[in-house]
């Protein structure tokens, strides 16, 4: 069995990249207002800072900051996939390993996680958040795609409102579900 090895630093700021089990799926886009209910039912009860945030047809990016001496996302990413789950018809397609453990077919089991380390590894993700609908020829423009963080970063003077991320490196990993 693999040894899954999560970097813990309570009050953390970390980058997640979060998979649908079937990758051509458009879920998380024709479903936002459910995932959006089941981020804030999540962080009512366990808050975080949304730092930055892009959903996409079958995955999503993040970089959440925890609360000081709280290390525990994979506790909120747990119930956040709970909680969206419940609320999609259960008309997805399941494994015998998946339907003998009473599971549903709609999330990868892991995450990818990477523990922000200083300003710069900080810069870097939320430029790849934000380009990632571009990256992935959902839309031309990256003030043009709707579920992203992109248009509050704008608003907070971060981003200029025709940034295009020329120069946003490749975040080794951030494709992958972990």
């Not at 945030?53 to 001496?69: I, Q, R």
Request: hydrophobic letters at 40%; proline letters at 6%; aromatic letters at 10%.
């Amino acid at each position: 069995m693999p040894d899954y090895r999560r970097n813990r630093v309570p009050g953390g700021t970390f980058f997640f990249t979060v998979n649908l089990l079937e990758r051509e799926a458009s879920t998380l886009v024709t479903q936002i207002d459910a995932l959006r209910d089941a981020v804030r039912t999540v962080r009512a009860r366990r808050p975080f800072h949304i730092d930055a945030w892009v959903v996409l047809p079958d995955h999503m990016h993040a970089v959440w900051t925890l609360p000081p001496g709280d290390s525990d996302y994979s506790g909120r990413w747990r119930a956040i996939k709970i909680a969206f789950a419940k609320a999609q018809p259960k008309t997805e397609r399941l494994s015998a390993v998946r339907a003998a453990r009473g599971e549903r077919g709609i999330w990868q089991r892991r995450f990818w996680e990477h523990t922000i380390r200083d300003e710069r590894d900080y810069a870097a993700h939320l430029d790849y958040v934000h380009i990632n609908p571009v990256k992935h020829g959902l839309v031309t423009s990256v003030r043009d795609w709707p579920h992203s963080s992109f248009h509050r970063c704008v608003a907070r003077g971060i981003y200029a409102p025709d940034w295009a991320g020329e120069e946003v490196p490749d975040i080794a990993g951030g494709e992958r579900g972990g």
